[in-house]
């Protein structure tokens, strides 16, 4: 475990203030908005560092890392709106069943999953279907 520094905390706070996926960018942007001197670098490294270690999600979308605070030691899935960046964690014992299934078919051990689901919330699909009316 990496120790805690004032920088790696701005970036856990600033990640926890975020309602969805969020990038390293955006993310450093907002901590300069409010006044942080942290450098974008530092940023990326606290990010990394907070996924490695349990405390972030990441998932890449459009060939970009995106990270969002997550519950620790809690293995879990997303659905994730295309949109707007909703987010839902949920379960999926049908998804771990089959990867165990199929890492067990195929002589693995100790596999590990991931599983996002991308389409668009409710909202999004609301506004999409009265933008096709005529």
Excluded: K
């Excluded at 997303?78 to 987010?87: E, F, N, P, Q, Y």
């Excluded at 379960?91 to 199929?102: D, G």
């Amino acid at each position: 475990m990496r120790r805690n520094t004032w920088q790696r905390e701005a970036v856990r706070a600033a990640l926890a203030e975020s309602a969805s996926f969020v990038s390293a960018q955006a993310l450093h942007a907002a901590l300069r908005d409010s006044g942080s001197t942290i450098g974008l670098a530092t940023v990326y490294r606290a990010l990394s560092d907070l996924a490695e270690e349990g405390d972030a999600d990441s998932l890449t979308q459009d060939g970009e890392a995106l990270y969002r605070a997550c519950t620790p030691d809690s293995h879990h899935h997303h659905l994730i709106c295309r949109r707007c960046g909703t987010t839902v964690e949920i379960e999926a014992r049908a998804v771990e069943e089959w990867a165990r299934s199929v890492a067990r078919e195929h002589g693995f051990t100790a596999a590990e999953h991931v599983v996002d689901v991308f389409g668009l919330c409710a909202s999004c699909s609301d506004l999409a279907d009265r933008a096709s009316r005529p």
